[in-house]
């Protein structure tokens, strides 16, 4: 079904045009230049943030499990995408993402992990996205390899308290 529309005299803002003219085109993309340009660790958490909110069903489960503190996602996906990160400096935030990230569990997991390796394969190129990919992964192991194997609880003395003593 075709619509057709038509534009009808005065409906056109009269400062459209100068407001367009005024601003800079975007600079045109090189496609012969083999990586896209290089970003900080907060830039690029950024632009997944951004790209996780465009996406209605992982920004809702993301929204969800953020309990809407949409803030406290974009720094988590900063801890997350920063090389030096392990397990141990995650919130439980972090690795609820990590596990969307990695896990394959669930519609979300299964929509998630391909989407986000698209994403980084077009912001940072092949060789850095999967250097990334494998970052994550490794995360994402070690929090499962810690689930699995609890360290040995607390005794009361090495709590730093005799619990038994009251």
């Known amino acids: 079904?075709?619509?057709?529309?038509?534009?009808?005299?005065?409906?056109?803002?009269?400062?459209?045009?100068?407001?367009?003219?005024?601003?800079?085109?975007?600079?045109?993309?090189?496609?012969?230049?083999?990586?896209?340009?290089?970003?900080?660790?907060?830039?690029?958490?950024?632009?997944?943030?951004?790209?996780?909110?465009?996406?209605?069903?992982?920004?809702?489960?993301?929204?969800?499990i953020s309990r809407a503190n949409w803030t406290q996602v974009e720094r988590e996906l900063n801890v997350i995408l920063n090389p030096a990160a392990t397990a141990d400096r995650l919130s439980p935030l972090a690795r609820n993402i990590v596990d969307l990230m990695c896990a394959e569990r669930g519609v979300t997991g299964k929509i998630l992990k391909p989407y986000f390796h698209a994403a980084l394969q077009r912001l940072l190129g092949p060789e850095e996205a999967e250097s990334l990919i494998r970052h994550v992964d490794a995360l994402f192991l070690e929090i499962e390899w810690k689930a699995d194997h609890p360290g040995p609880a607390l005794s009361a003395k090495?709590?730093?308290?005799?619990?038994?003593?009251?």
Request: glycine share 8%.
């Open 158 to 166: 090495e709590g730093g308290h005799d619990r038994t003593a009251h």
């Open 1 to 64: 079904m075709t619509l057709q529309m038509e534009m009808q005299a005065g409906s056109r803002p009269a400062h459209g045009p100068a407001l367009c003219q005024a601003l800079p085109p975007p600079p045109p993309m090189d496609r012969g230049v083999a990586t896209p340009v290089r970003l900080s660790t907060a830039e690029l958490a950024f632009r997944i943030f951004a790209i996780f909110r465009g996406h209605p069903h992982i920004s809702n489960v993301l929204t969800h």
